[in-house]
């Protein structure tokens, strides 16, 4: 599942999860069915927080960068 976990884009990974978390809450599944879907529901997380981290590190290498060329003092936070 590794290769496919790198293949998903955020929004499927936050998606399937969201589906995953909903069919552990909703229960009638078996032992080995709940911890399957919980095995998934972490790969998925883990997924979505490469995604969010990526893009934190992007946003603020952006930021850096504006500061660095001065761009954005005049005018306030805009």
Do not use: K
């Not at 883990?46 to 590190?57: I, S, Y």
């Amino acid at each position: 599942m590794a290769a496919e976990n790198t293949a998903l884009g955020y929004e499927q990974a936050r998606d399937e999860l969201i589906e995953v978390v909903r069919r552990l809450e909703a229960g009638g599944t078996s032992l080995e069915e709940s911890l399957a879907l919980w095995e998934r529901g972490e790969e998925l997380a883990a997924v979505c927080r490469r995604w969010l981290e990526g893009a934190r590190a992007r946003l603020d290498s952006a930021i850096a960068a504006r500061e660095e060329t001065g761009e954005g003092r005049e005018g306030g936070d805009a």
